[in-house]
């Protein structure tokens, strides 16, 4: 009996979809397959998913009939990887390259299958990912569903329309940097005020930790969360002050507006 899903690419993001997928129970290692050209890379697949198929090509894949398959290779790749797949038959198929629209991922699988597209961020290989979905015209509810069960697997799922996947990229897609960045930043600034480096780090991780699942997992918004650890005359408020004298609020949103933007070009 062949595979009810197939993985085109197994480099980290797709690693990380089969692995939340497994984890979750929603499919056993048996029903999967993934196909990755890279030795290496098959290696590390067979060694941490014992029981997964993995092949070099979609030639060797064993696949059930009306499988689904989700492409996760480059976005040079994709339509060589949309138009392999296609020829063994999926019923559904799902890309998360960036930058690759439904049309031309419709030119390249044909008029069979149900067709979706994607745009998920790295914090999916530790299972906090987010992603943006967006559907074909015509899609029925059921893939759509097994679309959002996919991704759910590995984090937050919205569907959007396709127009908005841009914008979804230049804020989530594009945002683990940014909270990178600041990390870094109040690392280098705690050692700067007297912390050893390996306390700064321990304290920067925490702190964005703490402050995302508070925000993630209360009812308040990010304003009222602010001001409750904002105490007038405080050493919050100080701090506060320099960040908006300095621009760190308009900072953040011509970055994500300057990556949405590029993402724009990318798909035209």
């Known amino acids: 009996m062949g595979a009810d899903l197939v993985v085109i690419g197994g480099g980290r993001m797709g690693e990380a979809l089969v692995g939340g997928l497994l984890s979750a129970g929603a499919f056993s290692p048996t029903s999967v397959a993934v196909v990755e050209p890279d030795t290496a890379r098959r290696d590390v697949l067979e060694a941490r998913f014992p029981g997964l198929a993995v092949v070099a090509s979609v030639d060797e894949m064993d696949a059930a009939a009306g ?19 296609a ?92 909270a990178f960045l600041v990390a870094e930043a109040l690392i280098d600034a705690g050692v700067l005020v007297g912390l050893p480096r390996p306390v700064a780090e321990a304290l920067t991780a925490q702190t964005l930790l703490g402050a995302a699942r508070m925000l993630a997992e209360g009812t308040d918004g990010p304003g009222a ?34 990556a949405t933007e590029r993402s724009r070009q990318l798909g035209s």
Do not use: C, H, Q
């Not at 105490?231 to 320099?242: K, V, Y």
């Open 87 to 178: 020829g063994a038959g999926p019923s559904r198929v799902l890309s998360v390259a960036a930058g690759v629209t439904l049309a031309s991922l419709r030119a390249a699988v044909g008029a069979g299958p149900a067709l979706l597209r994607a745009m998920p961020n790295t914090p999916a290989l530790v299972g906090a990912g987010a992603a943006g979905l967006a559907a074909a015209e015509g899609v029925a509810p059921e893939d759509l569903a097994w679309a959002e069960g996919i991704l759910g697997a590995v984090g937050l799922v919205v569907v959007v329309g396709e127009g908005l996947l841009d914008a979804v990229t230049g804020l989530s897609g594009s945002g683990p940097a940014y």
């Open 67 to 85: 499988f689904g398959a989700v492409i996760a290779v480059k976005p040079g790749d994709v339509t060589g990887a949309a138009r392999a797949v």
């Open 225 to 258: 969360l602010r001001a409750a650890v904002t105490s007038p005359g405080g050493t919050t408020a100080a701090g506060l002050r320099a960040l908006e004298d300095r621009g760190v609020r308009a900072a953040l949103s011509d970055a994500v507006v300057a």
